[in-house]
């Protein structure tokens, strides 16, 4: 049954990516209806109060794949299930449940959480998993939640998951015209809020290292806007390199090693990579042009950004030490923002268009363009850590209006807005923590 | 020149100027922006006074959609401002960049620090020394005009001359 779901899921997911035709808007029609959520049943794990928290959350993440069909417990004929058991079939497939998870949630002598679980394929009547088995820290109960949800998908769709992940962004208080803003950093699901900056110096464009708990970005600090690094655990700061101009728009190389960034030179913005290790820097394009918003692709050999050399903003594409940049967008409108999915298949892009900003996603070589969000401001996407979803953040017009972050998957079916406390922008998508 | 500047550090004279300036303050008539170089000055601010300088040359500009170009009255606010910052040459100079909001971040702030460099190289072709002008762009961060039409996004692609007051 999954395997016919995952050669759906696969199926889908290459339908768009193969699409082409660089400037027209594909149709969803056809291809929307093809994959009907899977229904699957999150039996309450075993065990207290956190076993059932546990269980909730996995849930909830399922469901907003949007890929997953959560069956009601209330409708539950067999209503517990001990981890080492077997499920009655004839009751799930009455339900018309596809797969079904268990498990049980223990606590040992030194105090740490064990998780074992176990997900069933109901129609094949076998496992699609079992015996997994899980020990953690008692206050990293919600990763234990993440990291079984991450199992849970990839068993039954053959992806890598996304949910043991979290997301930095830029939260808004006060007026339009006399914003505050503060780097605020969150599990991919909204919880474990926690602040990162105070919200005396302007911070914009945070973005995480691939390979440590670090975050590059932008702050007006001393009224002088420059890029820095920030350790996410110990809140040490320090501003990257030595410019004698503003610098902005930073992104880390995919070894986590180089922070590649635009240096504003007089009227023009280049884009200067700069080495973590040897301070040394290097500059990756010149000319009368703003060129911005550089992102790697993820085996770091080339690098997709933004210039208006052509007269206005398009994306272009060029070596990660430089030379001739190619431009890959035609479209109707203008490209930026853009960013190199972790799987290397897409480029993901703001456009503007119609007095309307959208997100879309293309491949690297410019075809296959699909828009994926539409409407009067959407901006800033980021990448979901397996590549299939997208954060970006929407603002609403006027004088009381401002930012809020939502997500959509590769189908543009399943848009949700995230749950943030205030205003808040410039999401980025951390990797999966592991 | 030198002599208004002298004149305006008798203390004398500069009592009698803010008296004028706190009597004044309730009316602050808006005057063209290049009013400055017809000689006007019935705003009751100190003259050499950033109050002066606001009213009654402007500290702004104003930029056509995605444009660095200064437009003819643009020109002329400069070209006032050019002349009352050599009239009075203490001052320092930050010149502030700004963007509306329908452009895209990394961009504006871009966009913020040409249309700073534009107005910069402005004054310093009419003669303000480039040493006394630092800029700073604040893309679409720092809007004046909250609404959401053309007629607020037009205020807010700007490039304000931000005076700093004379050291000593």
Known sequence: MFSTFKKLFITLIAIFAFATSASARIEFDITRGNVEPLPVAIMDFQGDKVAQDISAIISNNLRNSGLFKITDKAAFIQKTLPVSGRPKLEDWRVLNVQALANGAVSKLADGRLRVDYRLWDIFASEEVFGGKRLEIEAKFWRRAAHIISDKIYEGLTGEKGYFDSRVVFVDESGPKNKRVKRLVIMDQDGANIRTLT???????TPRFSPTRQEITYMSFEGGQPRVYLLQIETGQREVVGNFPGMTFSPRFSPDGQKIVMSLQQEGNANIYSMDLRSRNTTRLTSGAAIDTAPSFAPDGSRLVFESDRGGRQQLYVMGAGGGTPKRISFGNGRYSTPVWSPRGDLIAFTKQSGGQFLIGVMKPDGSGERILAEGFHNEGPTWAPNGRVLMFFRESPGAKGGPK???????????????????????????LLD | MLAATSILKSPAVLALALGLAVAGCAKKDKL??????????????????????????????????????????ARQTLTGQAQWLLRYPNYLITIEGHADERGTREYNLALGARRAAATRDFLASQGV???????????????????????????NRRARTALTQPQG
Not at chain 1, 407 to 417: A, F, Q, V
């Open chain 1, 198 to 204: 105070r919200g005396s110096d302007l911070v914009l």
């Open chain 1, 405 to 431: 972050l939502y997500s959509i998957d590769l189908t543009g079916r399943n848009e949700r807005k995230v749950q943030t406390p205030s205003f808040a922008s410039d999401p980025a998508w951390s990797p």
């Open chain 2, 32 to 73: 063209p922006d290049n009013s400055g170089q017809l000689g006007l000055n019935n705003s009751g601010e100190a003259p050499g006074s950033p109050g002066e300088f606001t009213t009654t040359i402007g500290d702004r500009v104003f930029f056509e959609t995605d444009s660095t170009i200064l437009t003819a009255t």
């Open chain 2, 129 to 155: 020394p480039r040493s006394r002008i630092r800029t700073i762009s604040f893309g679409k961060e720092r809007p004046i005009a909250v609404c959401n039409d053309i007629s607020c996004w037009s205020q």
